[in-house]
């Protein structure tokens, strides 16, 4: 059974840095498209990141384009988030999840695919 285990999450404060991880259990990463996406309190998902299987191509909402990074380590089985100069709008929970060869921002698999999240506060 696929899943996805995220992690990384916590309290930073505005300008501060987290890296979140995305493991993969059951199955072999390198196979699928990943990203991020995230939901805040009473807003609705938000399409944050994306990755290929190779790692070669990217895409990022504008919201975060040019503070995050995403990255992959096949040989890990793992999907990374580098969230740099976080403001407080970033608040939220962040999940991992299959992507579609398309990588458009909203353009990822149902709840099937979804890990329990990863809670990120943004707070001075």
């Known amino acids: 059974q696929l899943q996805l285990v995220e992690s990384g999450g916590g309290l930073v404060q505005p300008g501060g840095s987290l890296r979140l991880s995305c493991a993969a259990s059951g199955f072999t990463l390198y196979n699928y498209y990943i990203g991020w996406f995230r939901q805040a309190p009473g807003k609705e998902r938000e399409g944050v990141s994306c990755?290929?299987?190779?790692?070669?191509?990217?895409n990022y909402a504008d919201s975060v384009k040019g503070r995050f990074t995403i990255s992959r380590d096949n040989a890990k089985n793992t999907v990374y988030l580098q969230m740099n100069s976080l403001k407080y709008e970033d608040t939220a929970v962040y999940y991992c999840t299959v992507w579609r060869a398309s990588m458009k921002l909203t353009d990822y698999y149902g709840s099937d695919y979804w890990g329990k999240g990863t809670l990120v506060t943004v707070s001075s």
């Open positions: 990755i290929n299987n190779s790692g070669g191509i990217t």
